[in-house]
């Protein structure tokens, strides 16, 4: 798994001009599912995001995680974070998980963060969707389960 998080002060997910998830300030997650994942990789990842200390404390030094400073998440599915770009010009999406497996272990994550009490937003699987946000710092973080963290 693969996943691109933007701290934020406001972000939001439109479907045809609908807004289907939104929240204020907390985390963006752009994840990526690939054939090999599991559910250990959904557990690993759902814990090292939800502990990610880059929230203000009252000194300014980022101590907090997204529970401590009162965050909410917006996970949204994205299986292009798993393109592979080293040859040619158009991106190989052969790590990618089939759609299936993919909405599986997506849901699996967003869930194990809604068990550790903090709000989730979601897209819609499968779907164009427009993701406007507000990076706060900038602080983006990438992240994959594959490589040890």
Same mark, same amino acid.
Do not use: W
């Given at each position: 798994?693969?996943?691109?998080?933007?701290?934020? $002060?406001?972000?939001?997910?439109?479907?045809?001009?609908? !807004?289907?998830?939104?929240?204020?300030?907390?985390f963006v997650v752009?994840?990526?599912?690939?054939?090999?994942?599991?559910?250990?990789?959904?557990? *690993?990842?759902?814990?090292?995001?939800?502990?990610?200390?880059?929230?203000?404390?009252?000194?300014?030094q980022m101590n *907090?995680?997204?529970?401590?400073?009162?965050?909410?998440?917006? !996970?949204?599915?994205?299986?292009?974070?798993?393109?592979?770009?080293?040859?040619?010009?158009?991106? $190989?999406?052969?790590?990618?998980?089939?759609?299936?497996?993919?909405?599986?272990?997506?849901?699996?994550?967003?869930?194990?963060?809604?068990?550790?009490?903090?709000?989730?937003?979601?897209?819609?699987?499968?779907?164009?969707?427009? !993701?406007?946000?507000?990076?706060?710092?900038?602080?983006?973080?990438?992240?994959?389960?594959?490589?040890?963290?």
């Amino acid at each position: 798994m693969r996943a691109c998080v933007q701290r934020v $002060s406001e972000a939001r997910v439109t479907v045809d001009g609908e !807004v289907c998830g939104e929240i204020g300030a907390g985390f963006v997650v752009l994840l990526g599912v690939a054939h090999d994942d599991s559910e250990a990789d959904v557990t *690993r990842l759902a814990d090292k995001v939800a502990g990610l200390r880059v929230f203000e404390d009252d000194a300014g030094q980022m101590n *907090r995680d997204i529970g401590e400073a009162g965050g909410a998440m917006l !996970v949204v599915s994205q299986f292009t974070l798993l393109g592979d770009c080293r040859k040619g010009r158009r991106p $190989s999406f052969i790590d990618a998980a089939p759609p299936d497996l993919a909405e599986r272990l997506y849901e699996q994550f967003v869930a194990a963060i809604r068990d550790k009490d903090i709000e989730v937003a979601t897209g819609r699987f499968r779907t164009m969707m427009d !993701v406007a946000l507000v990076n706060q710092g900038p602080v983006t973080l990438l992240l994959d389960s594959r490589r040890a963290f």
